[in-house]
């Protein structure tokens, strides 16, 4: 079953798409229950409880303003942050949760949304409990559900029968439909195919062909645009640990004063392109993920700083795009792209795993120097720890995006300079992620509970 490049690239808000878009998403779907089975109007309280992952960095990474707004009918999609933010200064203020059927019930946020911390989530680490009661507390209601990684979210019934996730668009097998690396390479050679055609010929299965490009469009469109609004928002990140955004004044340096540093520029144009979407996405603006919040910089930074800036055709951002998200489909099928599973090596390792292998693709390589490069840009990633400093997306992520950029463009380079074959193939790069992962201690998982996370103080 093929998940879409759609999938993976989805525009949305900040800071975090397993805890902010996934929750928000979990959310409207636990009101489309209600709504089907017919028991909305029963409904005079709700009640949620976050629970692994969820709980421990759930409060920095805005989860709990994400199920609420998600129970009001916003979805990460359409969502502007600063109606958001009226939102949910209404709901403060008034204690009362408008929904978009035109039911109010009372909700108060310090009781109503639970950090649940001594429930371990047997399917994955990040759960959401959501229960809907009547006015003498009777239960209509209970459902269990987790958000995977990247916003996808699956149910319970999902995950425990084991296909899959709400977010895989479109049910058919592609006609070149790929579980592993090797497969892909395959119908490569068989069909004379990039890796980009081969997706696209599977994403025509499911679409209209112009609706995919379109799509790939405005998901490009949006990236640069939250690259530029990230170049130019000045001041410091919510949340309480004081971090100065810092790309603006770089990006002001290098706009300015081009001969300086003259050797490193490159560094400083991809960590500049790469800080800014995560100084965005820190401050809860729209980001496209890719594959998931935390790691949204690194794929918008190649593509500014190698397609965008050097007025490359659409046809190369097609390209670009499409083998970023065959790369991305192979991580999700075969492992994970969760911070809560397998550590940042699952996401920012991801990314510029994708990044590599996509840039690669624009550069010219074949199929088989395409999956080298994605191969290197997570091989150097391999045990990449996720301990972020009070739950917030900033340190390490911000940095950590902006060196992973700069990794990808090695890679790709690394990649088509080599023409013995390569040790170490894709798929035993991705494997060996997955057993790294699961071998990983949840204190380096997206709980904030080791690491930098205990050992930097909050001021
Ligand atoms: S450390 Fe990595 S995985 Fe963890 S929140 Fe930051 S970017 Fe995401």
Same mark, same amino acid.
């Given at each position: 079953?093929?998940?879409?490049?759609?999938?993976?690239?989805?525009?949305?808000?900040?800071?975090?798409?397993?805890?902010?878009?996934?929750?928000?998403?979990?959310?409207?779907?636990?009101?489309?229950?209600?709504?089907?089975?017919?028991?909305?109007?029963?409904?005079?309280?709700?009640?949620?409880?976050?629970? =692994?992952? @969820? &709980? !421990? #960095?759930? /409060?920095?990474?805005?989860?709990?303003?994400?199920?609420?707004? *998600? +129970?009001?009918?916003?979805?990460?999609?359409?969502?502007?942050?600063?109606?958001a933010e009226v939102?949910?200064?209404?709901?403060?203020?008034?204690?009362?949760?408008?929904?978009?059927?035109?039911?109010?019930?009372?909700?108060?946020?310090?009781?109503?949304?639970?950090?649940?911390?001594?429930?371990?989530?047997?399917?994955?680490?990040?759960?959401?409990?959501?229960?809907?009661?009547?006015?003498?507390?009777?239960?209509?209601?209970?459902?269990?559900?987790?958000?995977?990684?990247?916003?996808?979210?699956?149910?319970?019934?999902?995950?425990?029968?084991?296909?899959?996730?709400?977010?895989?668009?479109?049910?058919?097998? =592609?006609? @070149? &439909? !790929? #579980?592993? /690396?090797?497969?892909?390479?395959?119908?490569?050679?068989?069909? *004379? +195919?990039?890796?980009?055609?081969?997706?696209?010929?599977?994403?025509?299965?499911?679409?209209?062909?112009?609706?995919?490009?379109?799509?790939?469009?405005?998901?490009?469109?949006?990236?640069?645009?939250?690259?530029?609004?990230?170049?130019?928002?000045?001041?410091?990140?919510?949340?309480?640990?004081?971090?100065?955004?810092?790309?603006?004044?770089?990006?002001?340096?290098?706009?300015?004063?081009?001969?300086?540093?003259e050797r490193e520029?490159?560094?400083?144009?991809?960590?500049?392109?790469?800080?800014?979407?995560?100084?965005?996405?820190?401050?809860?603006?729209?980001?496209?993920?890719?594959?998931?919040?935390?790691?949204?910089?690194?794929?918008?930074?190649?593509?500014?700083?190698?397609?965008?800036?050097?007025?490359?055709?659409?046809?190369?951002?097609?390209?670009?795009?499409?083998?970023?998200?065959?790369?991305?489909?192979?991580?999700?099928?075969?492992?994970?792209i969760s911070g809560?599973?397998?550590?940042?090596?699952?996401?920012?390792?991801?990314?510029?795993?994708?990044?590599?292998?996509?840039?690669?693709?624009?550069?010219?390589?074949?199929?088989?120097?395409?999956?080298?490069?994605?191969?290197?840009?997570?091989?150097?990633?391999?045990?990449?720890?996720?301990?972020?400093?009070?739950?917030?997306?900033?340190?390490?992520?911000?940095?950590?995006?902006?060196?992973?950029?700069?990794?990808?463009?090695?890679?790709?380079?690394?990649?088509?300079?080599?023409?013995?074959?390569?040790?170490?193939?894709?798929?035993?790069?991705?494997?060996?992620?997955?057993?790294?992962?699961?071998?990983?201690?949840?204190?380096?998982?997206?709980?904030?509970?080791?690491?930098?996370?205990?050992?930097?103080?909050?001021?």
């Amino acid at each position: 079953m093929m998940i879409s490049a759609l999938d993976i690239f989805r525009i949305g808000i900040g800071p975090s798409s397993s805890h902010t878009v996934g929750p928000m998403r979990i959310a409207g779907r636990f009101l489309s229950h209600l709504v089907k089975s017919g028991l909305l109007g029963r409904v005079a309280r709700l009640q949620v409880f976050m629970q =692994g992952s @969820l &709980a !421990f #960095t759930g /409060a920095g990474h805005r989860t709990p303003e994400a199920i609420v707004l *998600g +129970l009001m009918g916003f979805v990460p999609e359409s969502t502007d942050p600063q109606d958001a933010e009226v939102a949910l200064a209404a709901l403060n203020e008034a204690q009362v949760l408008a929904m978009p059927s035109g039911l109010k019930i009372g909700f108060n946020p310090s009781t109503d949304l639970v950090f649940d911390y001594d429930t371990v989530p047997k399917l994955h680490p990040n759960g959401l409990r959501l229960l809907a009661m009547e006015e003498d507390h009777t239960v209509v209601a209970d459902l269990t559900y987790y958000s995977t990684g990247g916003g996808f979210i699956a149910s319970q019934k999902q995950l425990e029968t084991p296909v899959q996730d709400d977010l895989i668009g479109g049910l058919s097998e =592609g006609p @070149l &439909a !790929f #579980t592993s /690396a090797a497969q892909l390479l395959q119908h490569c050679a068989a069909h *004379g +195919l990039d890796v980009a055609e081969v997706l696209l010929a599977n994403e025509d299965e499911k679409r209209d062909r112009q609706e995919t490009l379109s799509a790939l469009d405005a998901i490009a469109v949006a990236m640069a645009a939250c690259v530029a609004r990230g170049l130019q928002q000045k001041g410091t990140l919510p949340g309480g640990l004081n971090v100065r955004r810092r790309a603006p004044d770089l990006y002001e340096k290098l706009t300015t004063l081009p001969s300086a540093n003259e050797r490193e520029t490159l560094f400083d144009w991809l960590n500049v392109y790469a800080m800014a979407v995560n100084e965005e996405n820190a401050a809860g603006g729209r980001v496209v993920t890719a594959p998931t919040n935390g790691a949204a910089g690194i794929i918008p930074a190649i593509l500014r700083f190698y397609l965008l800036d050097a007025k490359a055709p659409k046809s190369s951002v097609h390209t670009y795009l499409l083998t970023a998200a065959a790369i991305g489909i192979l991580y999700k099928q075969r492992a994970s792209i969760s911070g809560a599973e397998m550590g940042c090596q699952g996401e920012v390792g991801v990314a510029c795993s994708m990044a590599a292998g996509a840039l690669a693709a624009v550069w010219g390589g074949t199929p088989v120097q395409v999956t080298n490069a994605a191969e290197i840009g997570m091989e150097h990633n391999l045990g990449l720890t996720c301990d972020p400093v009070g739950g917030l997306v900033q340190i390490p992520c911000i940095e950590r995006n902006a060196l992973a950029a700069v990794k990808a463009a090695n890679a790709a380079r690394l990649a088509l300079q080599t023409h013995e074959p390569a040790r170490v193939t894709l798929d035993q790069v991705i494997e060996t992620m997955r057993q790294t992962g699961l071998d990983m201690s949840s204190k380096y998982k997206e709980t904030s509970q080791g690491g930098l996370a205990v050992n930097v103080v909050e001021c």
